[in-house]
């Protein structure tokens, strides 16, 4: 198995543009986590999705960012307008949820710098 | 909601030494507990998890022990090697995982 597919693996923009990350879960997981990673927060859950629909979406900084997941294989989490505060690195995960299996499988980030 | 405490943020070891990295957890409804590893430049990996209705659990060199009464969770790992050296997280499950800071484990040759 591939794992977690995420691209890019690196995205630099300016403040305001818009950005789209993808991703690619493992295929036959039927949930989809998007996390942020920052040296201040740590690793934060901004969204996650089960059989394709939003559970959670709390995590969700304002309403810049938005998140979707069009079919079992593939999500995008944008952000527009991006700001320099948004400067992070964003994990996608899956995982198979069922009669109490919880493991969840990271893909490789993608680092994200708005300048 | 669920608050996860990692302790210590650092730890450096001799190699061949033991390294022991504690959480605590808040929410008594948390029922699995995984330990994340993560290598510069990589995403977590998951190296070892425990559910709420098992105290111990090893495989290899790591183990892990959860005490429900108390609301903590400990990784074990014995006999470390320099490749131990990365980043480890734990994290306690309500619904959604809840990440604690992290250990930066550090392992001299």
């Known amino acids: 198995d591939a794992g977690v597919i995420q691209s890019p693996r690196h995205e630099v923009t300016e403040m305001g543009q818009e950005v789209t990350l993808r991703c690619k879960p493992i295929?036959?997981?039927?949930?989809l986590f998007w996390y942020r990673q920052t040296m201040m927060r740590g690793l934060e859950l901004l969204i996650y999705?089960?059989?394709?629909?939003?559970?959670?979406d709390s995590g969700m900084p304002e309403d810049r960012f938005s998140a979707k997941m069009p079919n079992a294989s593939f999500s995008t989490l944008k952000i527009q307008p991006s700001e320099p505060r948004d400067s992070a690195v964003y994990f996608c995960?899956?995982?198979?949820?069922?009669?109490?299996?919880?493991?969840?499988?990271f893909g490789p980030g993608t680092r994200l710098t708005v300048t | 909601g669920e608050n996860v405490e990692q302790h210590p943020s650092t730890l450096s070891v001799q190699e061949g030494d033991s390294a022991v990295i504690k959480c605590t957890y808040s929410?008594?409804?948390?029922?699995?507990f995984p330990w994340y590893k993560q290598e510069l430049g990589k995403g977590p990996q998951l190296i070892i998890d425990?559910?709420?209705?098992?105290g111990e659990k090893k495989d290899q060199r790591i183990a892990v022990t959860l005490n429900k009464t108390a609301k903590h969770f400990s990784l074990h790992i014995t006999e470390t090697q320099p490749e131990d050296s990365a980043v480890y997280f734990c994290?306690?499950?309500?619904?959604?995982?809840?990440f604690g800071q992290g250990t930066t484990l550090q392992v001299k040759p």
């Open positions: 995960a899956s995982s198979f949820l069922a009669g109490g299996t919880y493991e969840q499988y």
């Open positions: 295929s036959g997981h039927n949930s």
């Open positions: 999705f089960n059989n394709n629909v939003p559970i959670d």
């Open positions: 929410d008594s409804a948390s029922n699995y």
């Open positions: 425990i559910r709420s209705n098992v």
């Open positions: 994290a306690a499950n309500t619904g959604k995982l809840i």
